[in-house]
């Protein structure tokens, strides 16, 4: 089984700065693609940022130019740096690993969320 642990989330002011992490542990042969999620009060969880295992990365239009999603293969942990945050970014952020399992099982599998409040 395959467990995701989020940090980093909080309270901040617009224009600034936050860098979530998430750590991916468990029977895992190959972690294929991890992104970040998120779901504001009022909306669907929407796709925020995706980076393969070789480095591909995608973004949702509204964060292009201010979020960098990246990952450290060797301790199975994905990272989002925020900038220039927006009060429309504010949302329970999400982390996604897409795996297989060390029976070669795929699995897909999601963090317990994280808060993320950019408000004045």
């Known amino acids: 089984q395959v467990q995701l642990v989020e940090s980093g989330g909080g309270l901040v002011q617009p224009g600034g700065s936050l860098r979530l992490s998430c750590e991916v542990s468990?029977?895992?042969?190959?972690?294929?693609?991890m992104g970040w999620y998120r779901q504001g009060p009022r909306n669907k969880r929407e796709m925020v940022a995706v980076?393969?295992?070789?480095?591909?990365?995608n973004y949702a239009d509204s964060v292009k130019g201010r979020f960098t999603i990246s990952r450290d293969n060797a301790k199975n942990t994905a990272y989002l740096q925020m900038n220039s945050l927006k009060p429309e970014d504010t949302a329970v952020y999400y982390c996604n690993a897409d795996s297989l399992s060390a029976g070669l099982e795929r699995e897909i599998s999601w963090g317990q969320g994280t808060q993320v409040t950019v408000s004045s």
């Open positions: 980076v393969t295992s070789g480095g591909t990365t």
């Open positions: 468990g029977s895992i042969f190959r972690i294929n693609v």
